[in-house]
Structures are given as C-alpha cells and as structure tokens.
C-alpha cells in the first residue's frame, strides 16, 4: 500500500508556472512507476504523463508535450510535474498515481486526493 499527496497548485495567469509535488508514504515509491493525470469539470481523467520508476523513461500527452516536465526523487519519496507556459485549457484536478508505466487509468492502483489548479485568461 501507498498513500499519495498531491500539493502545489493554485491560480496562476496564462503563460504562467505551477510546479506540483506528490508525496508517498508507506511503501517506497521507487517500487512503482508514477505518472499525472488530469480532470476538469465534465470531462474525463486524461493522461498528462507518467514516469518509470527509476526515472529513466517519460512518456507525456501531446496536449502538454515540451511544456510539461515530470521527474521524480527517490530518495524524498516524491515526485514533480513542472508546468510551464499554461493555458486556460489546462484548468482540472491534477492527481498522481502510481502502479505501472503506461497511459491509462488502469495501468496505476493508487491515486492521491487531487490538487487543483486554475489558470486565468
């Protein structure tokens, strides 16, 4: 078992930065590959990105390709999602996961609470 916490986000104008952390405890996160997802209101979770459990791969959705970046700490049982140059449309719940490296919602068995974060026009 591992319990995630998402932190970091808040209202930001576009063009603007967030930089989200995800916290875990209980089981060493290094077991686990991590990835984002994302879900605004009356949509569906999306895939943002994942990450392999020692860091070396990343695989990221096109909507965020080369303004997102995520990385990962095993030491600090954490893991990031840097944003850059937001848009508006990138307003949702961002939630960590972790389970196994791939793009699907079924690929990850534990979720955080969720943060939120708001990006202003």
């Known amino acids: 078992q591992v319990q995630l916490v998402e932190s970091g986000g808040g209202l930001v104008q576009a063009g603007g930065s967030l930089r989200l952390s995800c916290a875990a405890s209980?089981?060493?996160?290094?077991?686990?590959?991590m990835g984002w997802f994302r879900q605004a209101p009356g949509k569906e979770r999306e895939f943002v990105a994942v990450?392999?459990?020692?860091?070396?791969?990343?695989s990221y959705a096109d909507s965020v390709k080369g303004r997102f970046t995520i990385s990962r700490d095993n030491a600090k049982n954490t893991v990031y999602l840097q944003m850059n140059s937001l848009k508006p449309e990138d307003t949702a719940a961002y939630y960590c996961a972790a389970g196994k490296y791939g793009s699907s919602w079924r690929d990850f068995d534990y979720w955080g609470q969720g943060t939120q974060v708001t990006v202003s026009s």
């Open positions: 209980g089981r060493t996160l290094s077991s686990y590959a």
């Open positions: 990450i392999s459990r020692s860091g070396a791969m990343t």
